[in-house]
């Protein structure tokens, strides 16, 4: 591939807000199908569904970002499925503080979580920095 074919590519972390827009809606679903896939969350017959637990490491304090999760909810809601009924969410935030990142992955971790999502890059290196086997995603909502 040449240099131009690959600035096309899309960058789900870019700090470009076209590609943040266009990715949001995308990000969620690969979230959640990525977090259903890997725990299958599928309701058996006769079996108490799972109640799937996602974990979202935030690095901006909670009030900034209420816009981008609820636009998250909204997809997931999309697909079936409801917070309290057969999914939770571990909601962390940082509050701009970067260094309290990979302790607050380390707690989600430490949860059990089933997929661990996150809104930007410094937030998915600190995922990525706290475990190998739990499912992380990078859902670009401009947080």
């Given at each position: 591939?040449?240099?131009?074919?690959?600035?096309?590519?899309?960058?789900?972390?870019?700090?470009?807000?076209?590609?943040?827009?266009?990715?949001?809606?995308?990000?969620?679903?690969?979230?959640?199908?990525?977090a259903?896939?890997?725990?299958?969350?599928?309701?058996?017959?006769?079996?108490q569904?799972?109640?799937?637990?996602?974990?979202?490491?935030?690095?901006?304090?909670?009030?900034?970002?209420?816009?981008?999760?609820?636009?998250?909810?909204?997809?997931?809601?999309?697909?079936?499925?409801?917070?309290?009924?057969?999914?939770?969410?571990?909601?962390?935030?940082?509050?701009?503080?970067?260094?309290?990142?990979?302790?607050?992955?380390?707690e989600?971790?430490?949860?059990?979580?089933?997929?661990?999502?996150?809104?930007?890059?410094?937030?998915?290196?600190?995922?990525?920095?706290?475990?190998?086997?739990?499912?992380?995603?990078?859902?670009?909502?401009?947080?």
């Open positions: 591939m040449n240099e131009k074919t690959l600035l096309r590519l899309p960058n789900s972390c870019s700090d470009n807000l076209k590609s943040r827009i266009q990715n949001l809606k995308w990000g969620g679903i690969v979230a959640i199908a990525v259903f896939a890997i725990c299958g969350a599928v309701p058996q017959a006769q079996q569904a799972k109640v799937s637990k996602i974990g979202w490491l935030g690095a901006r304090p909670a009030s900034d970002g209420v816009s981008g999760r609820e636009q998250f909810l909204q997809e997931v809601h999309k697909l079936g499925y409801i917070e309290g009924k057969n999914i939770a969410i571990e909601y962390r935030f940082a509050d701009n503080k970067l260094d309290r990142l990979p302790a607050l992955a380390d989600l971790v430490r949860l059990k979580i089933d997929v661990l999502v996150t809104p930007g890059t410094n937030e998915a290196r600190a995922a990525k920095n706290a475990t190998k086997t739990i499912p992380s995603h990078c859902h670009d909502v401009g947080l």
